[in-house]
């Protein structure tokens, strides 16, 4: 199975600033997903965006997905201090299943201060 | 509705002991996943089951783990003669086929092994 590198590792930024995210992977995907992590537990799955889809919004979050370079990015516009959190990006398992097991990086540590 | 449900919240054990962890999945959902995150550390997949597929057992470390599922509903996971490496939170996660392999966790269970 193949995981998504998000860079940078770590941001960290003030309250009302935007945070963006990027991440790179290896195989052609038919979908990519983010997810978020906060104090070591409870993932949440954020978005998912399409092969087809170039961008996707949700809230604050605005996904973009970039195929011929095999990119994604995750912006999160007017950051919280309750963003504060680890995001992953996660392609599908080998073969583009609609199951499977979720491959997960070191993800990107953000850090919004107040 | 209800999310994935996981007890107990925290267990802690001495080496060698025998330990169960449960998961009730989100109600419908075909998959259940279980993975584990030992401090510092990022996702490791343990093992899934989809329907009534034979589990993929691949990311179990030995075999003092195995894991069961009743239908598609409860699953648990049992560690025989616990160890210290064993100490980490398991998370359990669920998903409805046809969705996009979007999975849905549960808050985890932190098992600490003494």
């Known amino acids: 199975s193949q995981q998504g590198e998000e860079d940078p590792q770590a941001l960290s930024i003030q309250e009302g600033e935007n945070a963006t995210m990027n991440c790179s992977y290896k195989?052609?995907?038919?979908?990519l997903q983010w997810y978020r992590q906060n104090s070591g537990r409870g993932l949440v799955h954020l978005i998912l965006?399409?092969?087809?889809?170039r961008e996707k919004h949700s809230g604050r979050l605005r996904v973009t997905l970039d195929t011929s370079k095999k990119s994604s990015s995750l912006l999160i516009t007017a950051s919280r201090a309750a963003d504060t959190a680890s995001y992953f990006c996660?392609?599908?398992?080998?073969?583009?299943?609609?199951?499977?097991?979720?491959?997960f990086g070191q993800g990107t540590i953000l850090t919004v201060h107040p | 509705g209800a999310g994935v449900s996981q007890s107990p919240s925290n267990k802690v054990t001495e080496k060698g002991k025998d330990v169960e962890l449960r998961c009730d999945p989100i109600?419908?959902?075909?998959?259940l996943y279980w993975y584990r995150q030992r401090l510092g550390q990022g996702l490791e997949f343990l093992i899934y089951?989809?329907?009534?597929?034979?589990?993929?057992k691949s990311g179990l470390p030995s075999d003092r783990f195995s894991a069961e599922r009743t239908g598609e509903s409860v699953s648990t996971l049992t560690i025989q003669r616990t160890q210290q490496e064993d100490s980490a939170v398991y998370l359990c996660?669920?998903?409805?086929?046809?969705?996009?392999?979007?999975?849905?966790f549960g808050a985890g269970t932190r098992l600490s092994v003494l």
């Open positions: 996660a669920s998903s409805d086929r046809g969705r996009g392999n979007i999975q849905y």
């Open positions: 996660v392609p599908p398992p080998p073969g583009g299943t609609s199951y499977g097991k979720l491959t």
């Open positions: 965006i399409r092969s087809n889809e």
């Open positions: 089951f989809q329907g009534n597929s034979a589990p993929d």
């Open positions: 195989t052609s995907i038919n979908n």
């Open positions: 109600s419908g959902h075909t998959a």
